[in-house]
């Protein structure tokens, strides 16, 4: 991924801008302090905070070991209509003839290549570079798994999708998958944490691009309906030229907005607020 820069007030600021910009949250993220603001006369804060950011998701280093089986935790604002639908954005439909479709519970696939070379005298290269095709491997294993335990791998599939070139969803599909949807996705954004854990566990070192979970489709109709409500939201601005503050979100929902309101004309987005109440706010633009 490419950097990006942003400036703020303080170097959090700046950071939370980039967050915005990229979608991710701050643990797929690294960053780079290009500047921090200057204290001058009687303590007055002068210049701004400057900061690289690019969306990459960080190693946290720690010695190998294998896996173990555990229990994965499910995880005045206008409410959305989206929100009460519920789940984060950013799925995609799935192409036909496009996505690699595999039987839950079969035998995992073990490709030529596909483990992170190790040199360190613990055994671990913490500088190896992980592909997102590995981590995608990885992942692909770890859904399959859970699935039959939460007993619905006699129906479902889950499939890959390349949506960029460094950005993978794999996408599940049949069977009651409601249970690990939860309400507001939270159940399914907790899936996406616990499977992250799992690739940084097994293959420690740097991580290129990202992979991403949907099930259902859910993260696709959320963003739809997100978009839409965003659009809404957006032109009461235009008629009353009176600003809407949006409900606290994700960063990746955060960017949705930002990107549903840009191109519309006499409107224009800021985030506000600090995690987890950070919010947009909607306002005119007289510029």
């Known amino acids: 991924m490419e950097w990006v ?15 915005d910009q990229l979608g991710v949250d701050e643990h797929d993220a690294e960053f780079e302090v290009i500047e921090e ?27 190998a070991r ?19 639908a519920g789940a984060s954005p950013g799925g995609g439909e799935r192409a036909p003839g496009n996505a690699a479709r595999g ?18 005298s613990e055994g671990i290269n913490m500088d190896a570079l992980v592909t997102v095709g590995q981590q995608a491997d990885i992942m692909e294993e770890f859904l399959e798994g859970l699935l039959v335990a939460f007993g ?27 249970l690990l949807i939860g309400p507001k996705g939270q159940t399914l954004q ?7 854990t799992v690739v940084q566990r097994r293959a420690p070192g740097s991580h290129e691009g990202r992979v991403r979970i949907d099930m259902s489709g859910y993260r696709q109709r959320r963003r739809e309906a997100l978009e839409r409500f965003t659009q809404q939201m957006a032109e009461e601005v235009q008629r009353s030229g009176a600003a809407k503050v949006l409900e606290p979100m994700g960063a990746a929902d ?11 004309d006499g409107v224009a987005t800021s985030s506000e607020g600090e995690e987890p109440r950070r919010h947009v706010v909607i ?4 510029g």
């Open 5 to 19: 820069e942003t400036i703020g007030r303080t170097v959090e600021e700046a950071k939370d801008a980039a967050l």
């Open 37 to 63: 603001p200057r204290t001058g006369l009687f303590g007055r804060v002068r210049g701004e905070a400057r900061a690289r950011t690019r969306a990459r998701v960080a190693p946290r280093p720690q010695r």
């Open 66 to 84: 294998p896996v173990g089986r555990g229990r994965a935790k499910a995880g005045g604002a206008r409410r959305s209509p989206a929100a009460e």
């Open 103 to 120: 039987r839950v519970g079969a035998t995992p696939r073990s490709r030529p290549g596909d483990e992170p070379t190790t040199s360190t």
């Open 152 to 178: 619905g791998g006699a129906d479902a599939t889950v499939s890959r999708r390349v949506i960029e070139e460094d950005t993978i969803e794999l996408a599940v599909e049949g069977g009651d998958l409601g």
């Open 190 to 196: 907790a899936v996406q944490d616990l499977a992250r």
């Open 254 to 264: 955060r960017k949705v907005v930002h990107d549903t309101v840009n191109p519309m």
């Open 283 to 286: 306002r005119p633009d007289r």
